[in-house]
């Protein structure tokens, strides 16, 4: 019987294999494909991260003094992603 960890894992691992497995790794097989493919993906990278601190500015709290916010569920969702994007640690 599974429990929840071994099913989260199994999800995780099952994820893992689909971005292994995608499409775009086929097409970098030079230096130069993947500095063509990072010239824009670098992009796309960059407006994520700039929506993201747009949005988490207008949701959570960074005023001085600082105030309770309005919804600190939607807060800490934010602060989740924001620690794991900014952190971007590569496991």
Same mark, same amino acid.
């Given at each position: 019987?599974?429990?929840?960890?071994?099913?989260?894992?199994?999800e995780?691992?099952?994820?893992?294999?689909k971005?292994? *497995?995608?499409? &775009?790794?086929?097409?970098?097989? @030079?230096?130069?494909? /993947?500095?063509?493919? =990072?010239?824009?993906?670098?992009?796309?990278?960059?407006?994520f991260?700039?929506?993201?601190?747009?949005l988490y500015?207008?949701?959570? *709290?960074n005023? &001085?003094?600082?105030?309770?916010? @309005?919804?600190?569920? /939607?807060?800490?969702f =934010?602060?989740e992603?924001?620690a794991?994007?900014?952190?971007?640690?590569?496991?």
């Open positions: 019987m599974f429990n929840a960890s071994q099913l989260m894992l199994g995780i691992e099952i994820s893992m294999q971005n292994i *497995s995608h499409g &775009v790794y086929s097409r970098l097989r @030079s230096l130069d494909s /993947v500095q063509i493919f =990072m010239e824009s993906h670098v992009f796309a990278v960059w407006d991260m700039s929506l993201l601190k747009a500015g207008s949701i959570a *709290s005023a &001085v003094p600082w105030v309770p916010t @309005s919804n600190p569920c /939607v807060s800490h =934010m602060n992603i924001l794991e994007e900014e952190g971007d640690l590569d496991i």
